[in-house]
């Protein structure tokens, strides 16, 4: 039997992969943040529930013509989830085709927090960079892993 946060994390990826982001808001608590690596546009941490939905929504507004995502794994506890997934986005000829593995915090059956981690930094940091984003107000080592 699936862990009930399993079910949850599976819920929020099938709002991700449908680009619903008012799914995902429910999802998350209050103060969550979604803290993304490197050096690129995206990088850094996004708090709170609204900076993180927009986080969503700009990852999508830079997949104009297409976006997926193939969960692999997601396991999960009380405190704890891990998702191993590979994201495709298009932009034109622009493709991001990478496998992507996704530490959340859970509390109280929503995600507190999310560490995204790039199976490789380079192909991502070159799609997200080629459109003009900046990332978030903060930076990233200022959360750490609870």
Do not use: C
């Not at 709170?48 to 997926?68: C, M």
């Not at 992507?100 to 995600?111: I, Q």
């Amino acid at each position: 039997m699936a862990h009930a946060n399993e079910e949850m994390l599976a819920h929020f990826y099938a709002a991700y992969a449908g680009r619903d982001a008012e799914a995902i808001a429910g999802q998350l608590t209050d103060d969550a943040f979604v803290l993304i690596p490197g050096r690129g546009p995206l990088g850094g941490v996004y708090r709170g529930r609204t900076e993180a939905v927009g986080f969503f929504s700009t990852v999508w507004e830079q997949a104009p013509d297409g976006f997926a995502l193939d969960l692999h794994e997601v396991l999960a506890n009380d405190e704890h989830g891990l998702v191993i997934v590979k994201v495709t986005a298009q932009r034109g000829d622009a493709r991001y085709d990478e496998w992507e593995t996704h530490v959340h915090e859970l509390s109280d059956g929503s995600s507190a927090g999310v560490f995204v981690y790039w199976n490789d930094i380079e192909p991502a940091e070159a799609y997200f960079s080629a459109a003009s984003h900046s990332g978030p107000p903060g930076s990233a080592s200022d959360v750490k892993a609870g």
